[in-house]
């Protein structure tokens, strides 16, 4: 055909040149070339779909991903997605059509060879890795329409070792070579977020022993290492999106901030439940469950499982084991809607050993059958049963003994509380959620005291910190409590506020509003807790969660308003509950 990108070129005038032609039908089977014309051709036939989907279902090849995962991706804005290069032309393929569901504007930056294929030149920019005397021209052009692309709010592939990995990492794996620092210039430039990516697979041995020989064989059996990956799945993982602002460290410094998107890369690839905790391995993989699996599971809870129900939304309480795959969504939401705020672990799922001994309530869309938020909860009795003290979240926070608990108990730890950013302009989607603790409680009511921190981002400036903690320290305080606690990791005492220390959590949440460039109030969360009448115990600053500043809160029924506490348990349980607990209190006073 005129113009055949797979027809092997013929050479300059050489002594060899009649022998190169005469080989060429050889060489071209052995290649793979001629089978890659006839899928290539094969795609023309439907030029209405992105030509990365053709290519994989000419191919054959299903990209594996989650929906939880699917979900990282934002729908606008500058998006640097970086992956390690296991395979070759494939991974580019694979992750176009990937991010391409989220949004239309991919692109991908890869090798200047791939230019040959005409459907390429409209998906990639391409760059030179080879050296020589023309190629770092050919990089600059690519590279400049690339930094374009990115500031002009499109989404950008790249693929940072510039070359299919071949090296042997210290678990016999093949890895990528080293990254070059262009990706971190691209994001210190740009802007951009970045998503790392992990693709799961290898080469056959065949393309590593020829690239001992000359790293030019690895590159001419590249097409046939695309033909040997037909009728198969890849499974594809996508990390949680990092702001620039949050390559701590790397302002200006572009190898250390690639060096930063490395190490995400490489955590996500690492085996899923080595991230977590022992006691979290069986619910790591479900993290990568799809919504019909996370369905049927909770269609086998049992009905009193479910608390409220309003409308498309459903809230349950369960055990661990009773919801593996659901936990591992859970866990996997928990990280995206912690990091989109300058918290979270930095690990894949945010699962810990504490989810296996703790109870599990979450709020449920059936109508688009997604998890729309969740709240952890521990109760104390049966923990320190089995567990004692140290069986308690907080208790990695703050140091307390048995003396704090007595106090307290019967009472419920709660944390790990979110709600997923889409719902987040919903009201309703944490008044289900408290709705559902309510209920709880109101078939449960020896647990008159609720206590839990409350995470306040590294993101909020230095001032409203220090507002927080004094309007907190001063109008809150329980002290004879706050005794018996002690910060494990105290934050630096810092000058009292400039300002007069508010009253009131409005006068504090206009303050704070005044203070922070984007307008961000008073932490939805510490508000709720305070309509409740919370009393604070403590602060710590907690470096495995973004270094939030968390405040050790406590809200004991007893003392919120009737009216109030009735919108959670509802009027009739609400009555019956402040009667037993005036009977117990009359009993101990007698």
């Given amino acids: 055909m005129a113009g055949d990108p797979f027809q092997i070129d013929t050479p300059p005038a050489t002594p060899y040149r009649a022998a190169i032609v005469a080989a060429r039908p050889l060489l071209s089977w052995l290649l793979g070339l001629g089978t890659c014309r006839a899928l290539y051709e094969r795609t023309q036939s439907d030029r209405d779909a992105p030509f990365e989907c053709r290519a994989l279902k000419a191919l054959d090849v299903e990209p594996r991903i989650s929906d939880t995962e699917l979900d990282v991706i934002p729908a606008r804005g500058p998006l640097l997605v970086a992956s390690n290069h296991p395979h070759g032309a494939l991974d580019g393929l694979l992750l176009a059509s990937i991010v391409g569901r989220k949004r239309s504007d991919v692109r991908v930056l890869t090798n200047h060879l791939l230019s040959r294929i005409p459907d390429l030149s409209e998906l990639c920019f391409f760059v030179d890795p080879f050296g020589g005397p023309t190629s770092c021209a050919r990089s600059q052009v690519g590279l400049r329409a690339a930094r374009l692309w990115l500031r002009n709010g499109g989404a950008l592939v790249v693929f940072p070792s510039g070359e299919v990995a071949h090296r042997r990492g210290p678990s016999g794996s093949r890895i990528d070579s080293p990254w070059r620092s262009t990706i971190g210039r691209l994001v210190l430039t740009t802007g951009a977020q970045v998503i790392p990516a992990f693709i799961d697979g290898a080469n056959t041995r065949w393309f590593y022993v020829a690239g001992r020989v000359h790293p030019a064989l690895r590159t001419a059996l590249l097409a046939r290492e695309l033909l040997n990956k037909r009728g198969k799945a890849v499974t594809v993982r996508l990390g949680v999106p990092v702001a620039t602002r949050d390559l701590v460290g790397t302002a200006g410094d572009a190898a250390r901030a690639t060096a930063s998107i490395r190490r995400a890369v490489e955590e996500l690839g690492a085996a899923v439940p080595s991230a977590v905790h022992t006691t979290a391995e069986p619910y790591a993989m479900s993290g990568l469950n799809g919504a019909s699996t996370i369905s049927a599971e909770i269609e086998q809870l049992p009905d009193e499982s479910c608390l409220v129900e309003s409308g498309a939304f459903q809230v349950f309480l369960a055990e661990a084991g009773r919801i593996p795959a659901t936990l591992g969504a859970i866990g996997r939401l928990r990280e995206l809607t912690y990091r989109a705020v300058g918290e979270g672990t930095g690990r894949l799922l945010d699962l810990d050993s504490f989810d296996e001994r703790y109870l599990h309530l979450f709020s449920w869309d059936r109508k688009r059958k997604q998890i729309v938020g969740a709240y952890r909860i521990g109760r104390t009795d049966r923990i320190m049963a089995t567990a004692g003290v140290d069986g308690l979240y907080t208790r990695t926070l703050f140091r307390y003994d048995e003396r704090l608990i007595a106090r307290l108990s019967p009472a419920l730890e709660l944390g790990r509380s979110f709600v997923r950013a889409e719902y987040q302009k919903n009201y309703l989607a944490l008044l289900l959620l408290w709705k559902g603790i309510g209920r709880f409680v109101a078939t449960h009511p020896q647990y008159r005291v609720l206590f839990g921190p409350v995470s306040i981002s590294c993101r909020y400036s230095d001032s409203s910190h220090r507002l927080l903690m004094a309007f907190l320290h001063q109008n809150h305080l329980d002290s004879d409590l706050a005794d018996l606690v002690e910060a494990i990791n105290p934050r630096a005492v810092n000058p009292a506020p400039a300002l007069p220390v508010p009253r009131s959590v409005?006068?504090?949440?206009?303050?704070?509003?005044?203070?922070?460039?984007?307008?961000?109030?008073?932490?939805?969360?510490?508000?709720?807790?305070?309509?409740?009448?919370?009393?604070?115990?403590?602060?710590n600053v907690d470096p495995q969660f973004g270094d939030a500043l968390d405040a050790l809160m406590m809200v004991d029924l007893t003392t919120v308003h009737a009216a109030i506490l009735s919108r959670y348990l509802g009027r009739q349980a609400t009555a019956q509950f402040l009667a037993r607990h005036r009977a117990v209190q009359s009993a101990h006073a007698a």
């Fill in 506 to 539: 409005e006068e504090a949440d206009r303050l704070v509003t005044e203070a922070e460039r984007d307008g961000k109030g008073v932490p939805i969360l510490l508000r709720q807790y305070l309509k409740l009448n919370a009393k604070l115990l403590g602060f």
